[in-house]
């Protein structure tokens, strides 16, 4: 079975801060993951997908890349409503899907 | 408008059985696999497993595996989650998922959320 980890789990930042979060998959997934953002009480939101491609109304500074098994969200500048616990998702054809660990990024 | 709509909250008792609902609207209800993800709380989210509507083909992720059933009734646009006997363990904020359009051989994501039940199974 396919495992994901997310790195760190924890992170603190400031506003207008550079966050890189990395997902490592087991074994190569091609470009078939996705990241969700989850405020507290919330539902979470599709921000990418596949790997690198930005979902309709997600800002610019939201970014992805990798494939394989490494992948990199990064936010360039971190706003205040950034602060929120973000996941990776690993897609397959077959439809039975794992999501990360989590990152948590608070504020510094 | 897309819409999933989840039944409220409930709370139970161990050894009890529980049906939760999620109603879609503003869309074709049968023809979008809709899915089921467990939040512990303070823990991450899990994949339950997914259902689609039209033909009812339902997969199950291995640690749900017998757990729980998901199921659809597509003449009321509402997919159901399930449990015959529930544990404390089964305490969590519960929500379905519905897919963006499974086209060619890319898998989907989630493209909508319904806004979450949350269950508590307590003695």
């Known amino acids: 079975d396919i495992q994901l980890t997310q790195s760190p789990s924890f992170l603190s930042a400031s506003v207008g801060d550079r966050v890189t979060i990395t997902c490592r998959a087991s074994?190569?997934?091609?470009?078939?993951l996705a990241w969700y953002q989850q405020k507290p009480g919330k539902a979470p939101k599709l921000l990418i997908y596949?790997?690198?491609t930005l979902q309709s109304g997600v800002p610019s500074r939201f970014s992805g890349s990798g494939s394989g098994t490494e992948f990199t969200l990064t936010i360039s500048s971190l706003q205040p409503e950034d602060f929120a616990t973000y996941y990776c998702?690993?897609?397959?054809?077959?439809?039975?899907?794992?999501f990360g660990p989590g990152t948590k990024v608070d504020i510094k | 408008e897309v819409q999933l709509v989840q039944s409220g909250a409930e709370v139970k008792k161990p050894g009890e059985s529980l049906k939760i609902s999620c109603k879609g609207s503003?869309?074709?209800?049968?023809?979008?696999?809709i899915g089921w993800v467990r939040q512990m709380p303070g823990k991450g989210l899990e994949w339950m497993g997914i259902?689609?509507?039209?033909?009812?083909?339902?997969r199950y992720s291995p640690s749900f595996q017998g757990q729980v059933t998901i199921s659809a009734d597509k003449s009321i646009n509402t997919a159901h989650l399930q449990w015959s006997s529930l544990k404390a363990s089964d305490t969590a904020m519960y929500y379905c998922?519905?897919?963006?359009?499974?086209?060619?051989?890319?898998?989907?994501?989630?493209?909508?959320w319904g806004q979450g039940t949350l269950v508590t199974v307590s003695s």
């Open positions: 074994q190569g997934i091609s470009s078939y």
């Open positions: 259902i689609y509507p039209r033909d009812s083909d339902t």
């Open positions: 503003g869309y074709s209800f049968s023809t979008y696999w």
């Open positions: 596949p790997a690198s």
């Open positions: 998922a519905r897919l963006f359009e499974y086209v060619g051989t890319t898998p989907p994501p989630i493209a909508y």
């Open positions: 998702q690993q897609l397959n054809s077959y439809l039975l899907f794992i």
